[in-house]
């Protein structure tokens, strides 16, 4: 079965730190476009950052210089490392497999990242 | 403000067809596919078309997407109460380099 698991979220204070991971089963990471998506408490979907087979990643202007999406093929596994986070980052985060960065299926359940001091 | 422009909320009968509709420019909609995703309360999102109006394995031909231009639509014909979500709109922006999404559309089934 086609598979994602995210972890990692939490509450953080402003200009703090997280990592959050997206573990894959049934499929490869390496061979797709894995993607991060959030979602606002009560607004929309937000696309965050994509990282393709060969290597070639892309970000929301919103998130460019402070996240950075990355992958362990070995352990089938993508992550999303937030730095200085903001109030406004505060969202659901959902992992995607894509096969092209807008067919996104599946998707994975959710963690949800609260910004607050 | 979402770069994909789509009405906050539509309705319809059960039975009914309704059409939600999303707005672009030509950097997005004007020269890439549109693709759909339905979402009910609390859980992720589901795609639910591809490529303007290709179904994936699975999705009824209740729904059927289309486009013109700078503009896209879904359409749900034979409205059910199980219809009854928030869908959005989503494409390319060569300018952006990026996916743009809609800002979403409520759907309620009266």
């Known amino acids: 079965e086609v598979q994602l698991v995210e972890s990692g979220g939490g509450l953080i204070q402003p200009g703090g730190s997280l990592r959050l991971s997206c573990a894959a089963s049934g499929f490869t990471v390496s061979g797709n476009y894995m993607t991060w998506v959030r979602q606002a408490p009560g607004k929309g979907l937000e696309w965050v950052s994509f990282i393709y087979s060969g290597g070639r990643t892309g970000y929301a202007e919103s998130v460019k210089g402070r996240f950075t999406i990355s992958r362990d093929n070995s352990n089938n596994t993508f992550f999303l490392q937030m730095n200085t986070l903001r109030p406004e980052d505060t969202a659901v985060y959902y992992c995607?497999?894509?096969?092209?960065?807008?067919?996104?299926?599946?998707w994975g359940q959710g963690t949800l990242v609260t910004v607050s001091s | 403000q979402s770069v994909l422009t789509q009405p906050p909320s539509a309705s319809g009968t059960p039975g009914q067809r309704v059409t939600i509709s999303c707005s672009g420019s030509s950097s997005n909609i004007g020269s890439n596919s549109v693709y759909w995703y339905q979402q009910f309360p609390g859980t992720a999102p589901k795609l639910l078309i591809y490529?303007?109006?290709q179904r994936p394995s699975g999705v009824p031909d209740r729904f059927s997407g289309s486009w013109s231009g700078t503009s896209a639509s879904l359409a749900i014909s034979g409205l059910r109460s199980q219809d009854e979500a928030d869908y959005y709109c989503a494409a390319w922006d060569d300018s952006l380099s990026g996916v743009v999404f809609g800002g979403g559309t409520k759907l309620t089934v009266l």
């Open positions: 995607a497999r894509g096969s092209g960065p807008l067919y996104l299926d599946p």
């Open positions: 490529s303007n109006n």
